[in-house]
């Protein structure tokens, strides 16, 4: 019985067929708004579909995260900084066909489409606007720079570790910039679609 119900479930995500009856709306929603700021691409959306649990509840579908030591545009993307940064949050995959994947294809018609643009808007208000992800990017820094101090056999320098944080604060910044100008219109959301001069 329970193969039945994930195998029913899974054809009509397939078939794009009550969506509402066999996906989590919302969290699947919440779960990709954040995945497309951070861009793992060792995951779901990169060409490898590396790295994510799909979750059946009762014939009801959601996605866990799993792995993102190498988000932030690190896995396996060849374009420039720039382009990584201002990617479209309209077309999150890389090197992957809409497609092939399902539980992001549903997303992309008008209605949902809204409620994935309300949840990034959220998203950038509730913690990148109001600097609330960097107080805790430096809270948990807190945490671990005296053991990477003590650590002997660690691969990177506390300097390197610094220049890591400082980086990833930047990342951050520019890449909720870019996602501001996407959902204010000044920047296309489809990536292909971004002219290079208004990047």
């Given amino acids: 019985e329970d ?6 479930s899974i054809e009509k995500l397939n078939l794009k067929q009550d969506i509402e009856k066999v996906v989590d709306i919302d969290e699947v929603i919440r779960y990709f708004a954040a995945h497309n700021f951070v861009l793992s691409y060792d995951s779901y959306t990169g060409k490898s579909i590396h790295n994510y649990y799909l979750k059946e509840d009762d014939g009801i579908l959601s996605m866990l995260p799993w792995d993102y030591n190498l988000s932030f545009g690190r896995y396996n993307m060849k374009e420039d900084i720039n382009t990584i940064v201002n990617y479209g949050i309209d077309t999150p995959l890389n090197r ?17 489409i809204n409620e994935y643009h309300q949840v990034m808007d959220d998203l950038l208000k509730n913690y990148f606007e ?3 992800i960097y107080e805790e990017i430096d809270r948990v820094y807190g945490i671990i720079k005296p053991y990477i101090k003590q650590d002997v056999s660690a691969f990177y320098s506390l ?3 610094e220049k890591a944080v400082d980086t990833l604060k930047l990342f951050c910044k520019y890449r909720a910039e870019s996602i501001r100008l996407q959902l204010d219109g000044k920047l296309d959301t489809k990536t292909n679609s971004q002219d290079e001069k208004n990047r």
């Fill in 3 to 8: 193969k039945y119900t994930l195998t029913e």
């Fill in 96 to 112: 992957a066909q809409e497609k092939d994947r399902p539980m992001w294809n549903w997303i992309t018609n008008e209605k949902y």
């Fill in 130 to 132: 109001n600097d609330k």
């Fill in 159 to 161: 300097n390197d570790v």
